[in-house]
């Protein structure tokens, strides 16, 4: 197979967020017949489901890859488990880590628990601004351009932070 560009958006509101997001970023460099491309900087943002827990910490990360996206969705879902991320807990309510496969290459894919393009990447902010940093021009298959879609949503609660308190991962070669 040859290697696809994934994007993925990274969220954590639990348990230290940016350090959450910085070890499933080191995570993903990791993953077998991957490399990580591009890093997006850290972003707070208030929680999008019920108002009565922390900010979220957001970031976008791009990824080559030779992994199907099923097999990356599962990689992704097994570093969810590893730190610590509960499934049975509220819709759209705090955790640790939240991994969400956004783009895949040009591909569209509808299968049982797998959409991609993300199907709520269009009206996310927290999603759009850290994309649009690292891939200004990326087609989204199916949707608009990334400078509509990011003029169509309301951009004034994602706030950039200051480095993360670790060094984020070396970019590194494909495995």
Known sequence: MQSVTAYIGLGSNLDDPAAQVAAAIDALANLPESSLRTVSSLYRNPPMGPQDQPDYVNAVVALDTRLAPRVLLDAMQAIERAQGRDRSGQRWGPRTIDLDLLIYGDSVVHEDHLTVP?????????????????????????????????????????????APSRPMPRISSTR
């Open 118 to 162: 993300h199907p709520g990447l269009r009206e996310r902010a927290f999603v759009l601004v850290p994309l649009a940093e690292i891939a200004p021009h990326v087609a989204i298959p199916g949707q608009p351009a990334l400078a509509t879609l990011l003029a169509a949503v309301d951009r004034a609660s994602v706030v950039p932070m200051a």
